[in-house]
């Protein structure tokens, strides 16, 4: 039986939303409640049944000592280093240029994601995160270096958190794999962490044979940002696009921001190739980009009807995704 762990959540992390003008729907929706993993669409409790996700095979993984994080070559020295452990399956990417390295994001804080780095590139690494809630933060105070946006959002989450905030996600139904070594379930926290430069939109992160373009992207988080590749044709999208259902009725989050947001992921699909992601799977097509934006317009104008309540948000699905809106309170 798989390895689990009970403990609760305060929601200061994940709950609330913008909420949109309600879509009209010409269908009656059904309705799926989950027992374990709530909030986060349908049918997600047993979600490791899913696992291993055949996705993965198309890359060639890299054996390290490290028996929480799974790792893999995803392109050419673009490494995503994976947790599937717990629920949220998130990946953080490793990219290395001739002058130094860039993290974007460091995951759940699990595990020590600064070990799996240092088994992978010997340059320096600096810290960028797609967005600052917990699954993407957790190793950020383990690195030297950390660049993040000055909004009021990104400093106060910098702050860390108490374990009580994130004690939750460690719960019955998130964890299957056996924690680390040495882990203590009971000290788990977001911990603090110090911007040392600040990012705007625009700004160009030259690491020496890549150049990586910020593109702030806000809606499921104010802070979202994505990062594009030009040259190489690929887009790190962070949690504004991902083979999951995708969140807009998170505290911070903002349904308009986020129609926003995937509506200039649309515009970029015919720059780039391919479309790396931070859950599930590591890469999509860029035609997914052009997905993503039809679904928010279809939501606003009332023509997507295949929805779910699920734990009392709407849940709108797709080819391959969904995107879950907040209910009614």
Same mark, same amino acid.
């Given at each position: 039986?798989?390895?689990?762990?009970?403990?609760?959540?305060?929601?200061?992390?994940?709950?609330?939303?913008?909420?949109? /003008?309600?879509? #009209?729907?010409?269908?009656?929706?059904?309705? #799926?409640?989950?027992?374990? #993993?709530?909030?986060?669409?349908?049918?997600?409790?047993?979600?490791?049944?899913?696992?291993?996700?055949?996705?993965?095979?198309?890359?060639?993984? @890299?054996?390290?000592?490290?028996?929480?994080?799974?790792? +893999?070559?995803?392109?050419?020295?673009? +490494?995503? @280093?994976?947790?599937?452990?717990?629920?949220?399956?998130?990946?953080?990417?490793?990219?290395?240029?001739?002058?130094?390295?860039?993290?974007?994001?460091?995951?759940?804080?699990?595990?020590? $994601?600064? &070990?799996?780095?240092?088994?992978?590139?010997?340059?320096?690494?600096?810290?960028?995160?797609?967005?600052?809630? +917990?699954?993407?933060?957790?190793?950020?105070?383990?690195?030297?270096?950390?660049?993040?946006?000055?909004?009021?959002?990104?400093?106060?989450?910098?702050?860390?958190?108490?374990?009580?905030?994130?004690?939750?996600?460690?719960?019955? !139904?998130?964890?299957? %794999?056996?924690?680390?070594?040495?882990?203590?379930?009971?000290?788990?926290?977001?911990?603090?962490?110090?911007?040392? %430069?600040?990012? &705007?939109?625009?700004?160009? @992160?030259?690491?020496?044979?890549?150049?990586?373009?910020?593109?702030?992207?806000?809606?499921?988080?104010?802070?979202?940002?994505?990062? $594009?590749?030009?040259?190489?044709?690929?887009?790190?999208?962070?949690?504004?696009?991902?083979? /999951?259902?995708?969140?807009?009725?998170?505290?911070?989050?903002? *349904?308009?921001?986020? /129609? &926003?947001?995937?509506?200039?992921? /649309?515009?970029?699909?015919?720059?780039?190739? %391919?479309?790396?992601?931070?859950?599930?799977?590591?890469?999509?097509?860029?035609?997914?980009?052009?997905?993503?934006?039809?679904?928010?317009?279809?939501?606003?104008?009332?023509?997507?009807?295949?929805?779910?309540?699920?734990?009392?948000?709407?849940? +709108?699905?797709?080819? !391959? *995704?969904? #995107? @879950?809106? %907040?209910?009614?309170?």
């Amino acid at each position: 039986m798989p390895l689990r762990y009970s403990v609760f959540v305060l929601c200061i992390f994940f709950v609330g939303c913008s909420k949109p /003008a309600e879509p #009209v729907s010409s269908a009656e929706p059904g309705v #799926v409640d989950n027992q374990q #993993v709530q909030n986060r669409g349908a049918d997600k409790d047993n979600w490791w049944d899913a696992l291993p996700r055949p996705e993965w095979s198309a890359y060639t993984k @890299i054996e390290l000592d490290d028996g929480w994080f799974d790792v +893999y070559r995803i392109d050419d020295e673009v +490494y995503a @280093i994976h947790e599937p452990g717990q629920f949220e399956e998130v990946i953080s990417f490793l990219i290395v240029g001739d002058d130094f390295a860039l993290m974007f994001d460091t995951g759940l804080g699990i595990g020590n $994601i600064r &070990n799996v780095v240092d088994q992978l590139t010997e340059l320096d690494v600096v810290v960028l995160n797609s967005h600052t809630h +917990y699954d993407h933060i957790g190793g950020n105070h383990l690195f030297d270096t950390i660049y993040g946006t000055s909004l009021d959002y990104t400093k106060t989450r910098s702050l860390g958190s108490p374990p009580e905030a994130v004690a939750g996600f460690l719960r019955e !139904g998130w964890v299957w %794999k056996p924690l680390p070594e040495g882990f203590s379930a009971a000290d788990y926290q977001s911990r603090a962490f110090e911007i040392d %430069k600040t990012i &705007n939109e625009g700004d160009r @992160i030259d690491i020496g044979g890549r150049v990586l373009e910020v593109l702030f992207t806000p809606g499921h988080a104010p802070d979202s940002l994505c990062l $594009i590749d030009r040259e190489n044709r690929l887009l790190f999208t962070g949690d504004t696009f991902y083979l /999951a259902p995708l969140y807009t009725h998170l505290a911070g989050s903002s *349904f308009d921001d986020y /129609a &926003n947001s995937a509506k200039r992921l /649309a515009g970029l699909a015919g720059d780039i190739d %391919k479309a790396v992601t931070s859950h599930n799977v590591p890469v999509v097509d860029a035609s997914y980009m052009t997905a993503l934006g039809q679904a928010f317009a279809d939501i606003q104008s009332g023509v997507a009807t295949d929805v779910t309540i699920s734990d009392g948000n709407r849940e +709108y699905h797709f080819d !391959g *995704f969904s #995107v @879950i809106v %907040k209910g009614e309170e």
